[in-house]
């Protein structure tokens, strides 16, 4: 356990592959540190515990997304916001042989 704490009051991010694993677990720290953070993956289910925690929650596969599927994802949220002062990508995609 860390005695290191983070103020990311009025900061915004986004993190992708927010549904599972570090970025479960990077989104949960954000929030605890009073950031602002839209939460992207592909489980509504667990994205819908991730809302109620307080993350925006937006359903989203990057696995085949154009860069206009992007901008419409993120847009929102940065109007919203204001900014957006950073992005964690840790989405896994599983690659079929």
Known sequence: MSDITFDFTGKAFAVVGA???????????????????????????????????GAVARAFDVSQATTEEWK???????????????VVYTAGIALQT
Do not use: Y
């Open 19 to 53: 549904t599972s694993g570090i970025g479960a677990q990077v989104l949960k720290e954000l929030l605890e540190a009073h950031a602002h953070v839209l939460a992207v993956g592909r489980n509504e289910e667990r994205l819908a515990k991730l809302e109620r925690m």
């Open 72 to 86: 419409d994802l993120l847009d929102p949220f940065v109007a919203t916001q204001g900014r957006l002062d950073g």
